[in-house]
């Protein structure tokens, strides 16, 4: 008998869901889990999502603006400002279209914009290509005397 060949697990990627609705974060992980391999942690209120974000490595998070509390910039300050995830790549998903806001997210340091509602293949090709990005930052070889 010969001892069978493991496979490596398949790579799974670890998301953080954040809205204050259930359903749409619910409807967010079930849309990425149907093309990609993810572990989504869903957080329903700001304080849960700072509270996650300080203290577990995500590859993405998504995150919406209009929530109670801090809200989604207060989250979004909050991570960039000093959290385990400083350099992760923040979508922020929202129902707010116009372009002041999309400025405003991504001059606060979101890498992504998606307006609610989100359609599966928009929301699938948007998370890949942010994952993808980190992917290459991570292994861009650094100078000497840069600071990392």
Known sequence: ?????LKPAPLRHRLLIVDDDESTRLLIAHLLSKDMKI????????EQA????????YDAILL??????????????????????MATPVMIVSVLSDQETNDRCIAAGADGYLVKPVERRALVYAVKALLAARGKAKKKPGRLGEDG
Request: hydrophobic letters at 40%.
């Open 64 to 85: 919406d603006l209009q929530m109670p509390g801090i809200g989604g910039f207060g989250v979004l300050k909050s991570i960039r400002a000093g959290s385990a995830n």
């Open 50 to 57: 700072v509270r996650l974000a300080n203290n577990y490595a």
């Open 39 to 46: 572990e989504a942690q869903l957080a329903g209120t700001c």
């Open 1 to 5: 008998m010969t001892p069978a060949k």
